[in-house]
């Protein structure tokens, strides 16, 4: 009964979406210019039967954004934007979890296939569970975060009915179908584990891994949207088709962003369940199992996140591009103290996976070699974790001014800036993917008879990139107009 009800409550809740959707579509919200063509030409048939319709229905197309008041708002005794955040964070957590697991999933049950090892699909199939789990969990918050959208912010969400109109019914609809999948996918795990049924079953896992993806990006429209609009003219009316509406300037940098992001956060949360499991294990076997799949879980995580600064790199580019004063806003205005705090996080999950790394390797005979390598980089990690935290200014008083000589620090000021911050993150990614890449050399020997022009090929790679990052960021960020 408990697996019935699991199965139930997201199918009824995706049902109820799309009634919801439905309804709200039917009325004055939906624009005629979205609708099916056929649909489209009943409807100016009926409707547009004299030129004063005509008339209206062209200003109704051209309404341009809502400009709502502080009394417009509802007051529910609490802040509204706190709510709406807390319950968009949930479901953004869990809905990342949900979306992650099951490509990896999928990588790992092709690898299961090809070799014949029975323990990836045992794996793979433990990995869905904790998905399956949190789907329920995403639908109960995503239901919940559109109820506080719509009573909170009605202006808001009338008004992104209105430009994105039909493809709401389609994110519904798309949302209902990752539900069957996921749970077929799930539950006939067993049903369709050998022969010409496990291809099946693998394309049914290709087939929800799409629908997730497109639900995923067609979510990211919307809030790209809001921060920054395409499709529409300068008072907000829509006048883009629904293409023009979602493909805004920072689409793309989100999608890739959140892709990345969720493989990250998908493979350290399943790592810290194995861990768990791992130290509740009564038996050998089950010890083993649970720690090959933490192996295998942070591995996913620590390869997903050395590319996502850059990914995150990209956003901010187009952010700064679109508007400069956004970007402003965002790193040196209110939200800067924010980037501090992102920014000591960040610090934090590169040493801790650097650790990480480094506790695994002691337990290998071969990893002996590279033991005198780790007190160097913990070094240059942590020297450039403090240069990654320093601030570039901060709130003083007149006499801390006065002894300071201005509002900048002689020696630590320069640090503040972003080309020191871009070496020192950047340096610390290169010495995380060093530490990555002995971890997954220490148990190996190598055997080929080009041993050391190989390893000399690879030290004078980690050379150049070390010597120009560090030439590109202080020539350009200190000495040039740039």
Not at 110 to 125: I, K, N, V
Not at 412 to 436: D, E, Q, R
């Amino acid at each position: 009964m408990k697996e019935t009800r699991n199965f139930s409550s997201p199918i009824l809740l995706s049902l109820l979406v799309v009634a919801v959707l439905g309804f709200l579509w039917s009325g004055d919200m939906a624009p005629t210019h979205w609708l099916p063509e056929a649909v489209a030409s009943e409807v100016a048939a009926e409707e547009v039967a004299t030129a004063e319709s005509a008339d209206s229905a062209q200003e109704f197309q051209l309404r341009p954004a809502p400009r709502p008041g502080r009394e417009d708002y509802p007051d529910v005794g609490v802040s509204s934007r706190s709510i709406v955040w807390i319950i968009a964070q949930m479901h953004l957590f869990f809905g990342a979890l949900v979306l992650a697991v099951p490509l990896f999933v999928l990588v790992i049950e092709l690898l299961g296939r090809s070799t014949g090892d029975a323990r990836y699909d045992d794996m793979a199939h433990e990995f869905m569970k904790i998905s399956i789990t949190a789907y329920s969990i995403t639908a109960l918050f995503g239901g919940t975060l559109a109820l506080a959208l719509f009573l909170l912010y009605p202006d808001l969400m009338a008004y992104l009915m209105q430009a994105f109109g039909a493809q709401m019914l389609v994110y519904a609809m798309l949302f209902f179908m990752e539900s069957i999948l996921l749970y077929i996918y799930y539950y006939g795990w067993d049903a369709m584990r050998y022969g010409n049924a496990k291809w099946v079953h693998i394309s049914l896992g290709l087939l929800l891994n799409g629908v997730g993806a497109t639900l995923m990006v067609m979510a990211n429209s919307w809030a790209t949207f809001m921060m920054a609009p395409s499709g529409v003219n300068e008072v907000g009316a829509v006048i883009g088709n629904i293409w023009e509406v979602m493909k805004g300037p920072l689409w793309n940098p989100i999608n890739l962003h959140r892709f990345i992001a969720n493989i990250a956060f998908g493979g350290a949360v399943v790592g810290a369940y194995a861990a768990y499991k791992c130290l509740a294990a009564r038996t050998a076997e089950d010890r083993a199992h649970y720690d090959w799949m933490g192996y295998t879980s942070n591995f996913i995580a620590i390869l997903a996140f050395l590319p996502l600064p850059f990914a995150g790199y990209w956003l901010m580019a187009e952010i700064y591009a679109y508007s400069q004063q956004m970007g402003i806003t965002a790193m040196g205005g209110i939200l800067a103290w924010l980037f501090i705090v992102q920014a000591v996080l960040i610090g934090t999950i590169l040493m801790a996976g650097n650790y990480y790394l480094w506790s695994g390797m002691s337990r290998t005979e071969g990893s002996k070699r590279y033991q005198g390598m780790i007190k160097y980089i913990a070094v240059v990690l942590v020297i450039c974790f403090l240069i990654w935290v320093t601030p570039h200014t901060l709130i003083l008083t007149s006499g801390e001014i006065a002894a300071l000589g201005g509002s900048h620090h002689h020696l630590l000021g320069p640090l503040g800036i972003m080309p020191a911050k871009n070496i020192a993150v950047n340096l610390m990614l290169i010495f995380t993917f060093l530490s990555f890449q002995i971890y997954r050399r220490s148990d190996k020997v190598a055997t080929v008879s080009w041993e050391k022009a190989g390893n000399a090929l690879m030290v004078a790679i980690y050379v150049v990139a070390i010597v120009n990052i560090i030439f590109a960021g202080v020539y350009y960020g200190y000495f040039t107009n740039t």
